[in-house]
């Protein structure tokens, strides 16, 4: 196995793109919008993409709800933004933890109808004013620990599905005041204040299996480069301070805040400890690239990679069939008719 996550250019694989992945024999695969047109079409290409590397590959999906959802309407339901649930556990706390359990439920049905058995939730980020919209509505709420519990009910959620989470985006991304998608968010909090505030969700849960870096320069951490490709901030913040030990992929090695060629981008990312690379984008030139500067999983990173295919084969096993009319039913009860369809 690579230490590579995957994505492909359309809603089945080119000749081209199954002799790559063959040879490269990525961790896993990652969909998106443009590789998704029913469930059906998606089950033969989730089948496809571990059939080129001979084993049950993890295959992950951003399905958050609201604005980042691959999977649409009217195919699929329009699950609402986390920023609902935070709106719910204002006035009722065990009704709001509910709705996002039973919430993630339903998203883990609909991937695991489509052979997806990852998805890049919960969202930890802690939102604030003034912070560019990015992550926005995507948040729980403005306050750590709301973000917590319910980034831990959504996390349940999901795994009593069969469906593994992955928290984002550590150690947090509330802050940016750019879309690190277009270009660099530099954060100039003092450490005490981040530690308080952003790093709290993904200290309370680190036991998770997965995680995703941001692409974020914190000054007061490291001035000169963004978490992804940062040994302090991975060292010293994500593995000690916060304490996580799971499988550390990158966000996105394509997206514009990080300004080096990509062989470059994918080389400092895994030498400053991130275990896996993530590239979305499909495009095979530029997989090609990053694929040429990402070695074969070995040492602890293989341990965590071996530990995720370990924990996505103990939920599948344990995750009993979803009687989806009883929880949208439910989801309806507690979060209300006109919430669950916003």
Same mark, same amino acid.
């Given at each position: 196995? %690579? &230490?590579?996550?995957?994505?492909?250019?359309?809603? !089945?694989?080119?000749?081209?793109?199954?002799?790559?992945?063959?040879?490269?024999?990525?961790?896993?695969?990652?969909?998106? /919008?443009?590789?998704? *047109?029913?469930?059906? /079409?998606? %089950?033969?290409?989730?089948?496809?993409?571990?059939?080129?590397?001979?084993?049950?590959?993890?295959?992950?999906?951003? /399905?958050?709800?609201?604005?980042?959802?691959?999977?649409?309407?009217?195919?699929?339901?329009?699950?609402?933004?986390?920023?609902?649930?935070?709106?719910?556990?204002?006035?009722?706390?065990?009704?709001?933890? /509910?709705?996002?359990?039973?919430?993630?439920?339903?998203?883990?049905?609909?991937?695991?109808?489509?052979?997806?058995?990852?998805?890049?939730?919960?969202?930890?980020?802690?939102?604030?004013?003034?912070?560019?919209?990015?992550?926005?509505?995507?948040?729980?709420?403005?306050?750590?620990?709301?973000?917590?519990?319910?980034?831990?009910?959504?996390?349940?959620?999901?795994?009593?599905?069969?469906?593994?989470?992955?928290?984002?985006?550590?150690?947090?991304?509330?802050?940016?005041?750019?879309?690190?998608?277009?270009?660099?968010?530099?954060?100039?909090?003092?450490?005490? !204040?981040?530690?308080?505030?952003?790093?709290?969700?993904? $200290?309370?849960?680190?036991?998770?299996?997965?995680?995703?870096?941001?692409?974020?320069?914190? *000054?007061?951490?490291?001035?000169?480069?963004?978490?992804?490709?940062?040994?302090?901030?991975?060292? !010293?913040?994500?593995?000690? *301070?916060?304490?996580?030990?799971?499988?550390?992929?990158?966000?996105?090695?394509?997206?514009?805040?990080?300004?080096?060629?990509?062989?470059?981008?994918?080389?400092?990312?895994? *030498?400053?400890?991130?275990?896996?690379?993530?590239?979305?984008?499909?495009?095979?030139?530029?997989?090609?690239?990053?694929?040429?500067?990402?070695?074969?999983?070995?040492? $602890?990173?293989? &341990? %965590?990679?071996?530990?995720?295919?370990?924990?996505?084969?103990?939920?599948?096993?344990?995750?009993?069939?979803?009687?989806?009319?009883?929880?949208? &039913?439910?989801?309806?009860?507690?979060?209300?008719?006109?919430?669950? &369809?916003?």
């Amino acid at each position: 196995m %690579r &230490s590579l996550i995957l994505g492909c250019a359309g809603p !089945e694989l080119s000749r081209a793109e199954r002799l790559f992945f063959i040879d490269t024999d990525p961790f896993g695969f990652i969909l998106f /919008q443009r590789n998704c *047109e029913s469930p059906e /079409q998606i %089950r033969m290409l989730t089948e496809d993409l571990r059939d080129c590397v001979g084993r049950h590959a993890p295959v992950l999906i951003d /399905q958050e709800g609201g604005r980042v959802q691959r999977l649409k309407p009217p195919q699929w339901r329009a699950a609402p933004p986390a920023a609902l649930f935070g709106t719910l556990y204002a006035e009722d706390p065990v009704r709001a933890e /509910q709705a996002v359990r039973v919430n993630a439920r339903l998203i883990a049905a609909e991937l695991m109808d489509c052979g997806v058995d990852v998805d890049c939730l919960p969202l930890l980020d802690v939102r604030q004013d003034g912070a560019h919209d990015v992550i926005g509505d995507r948040a729980f709420a403005y306050t750590p620990d709301i973000v917590a519990r319910l980034g831990r009910a959504q996390a349940e959620g999901l795994a009593a599905g069969g469906v593994a989470p992955v928290m984002k985006h550590i150690p947090g991304h509330g802050r940016a005041g750019v879309d690190s998608h277009h270009a660099l968010p530099r954060v100039d909090t003092e450490r005490d !204040e981040l530690a308080v505030i952003d790093f709290a969700p993904f $200290k309370a849960l680190k036991d998770l299996p997965m995680a995703m870096t941001a692409h974020v320069i914190y *000054e007061t951490l490291d001035s000169g480069r963004a978490a992804t490709v940062s040994p302090t901030v991975i060292g !010293e913040v994500i593995r000690q *301070e916060i304490g996580f030990d799971g499988l550390l992929m990158s966000d996105d090695i394509s997206m514009k805040a990080l300004a080096d060629p990509l062989d470059i981008s994918t080389a400092r990312a895994l *030498e400053a400890g991130c275990d896996v690379v993530l590239h979305c984008n499909g495009d095979m030139t530029e997989m090609q690239t990053v694929a040429g500067a990402a070695p074969v999983l070995s040492g $602890k990173a293989l &341990s %965590r990679a071996e530990m995720v295919l370990g924990f996505l084969d103990r939920i599948r096993r344990d995750a009993r069939p979803a009687v989806r009319e009883e929880l949208l &039913s439910s989801f309806a009860e507690l979060a209300g008719q006109n919430r669950a &369809s916003t």
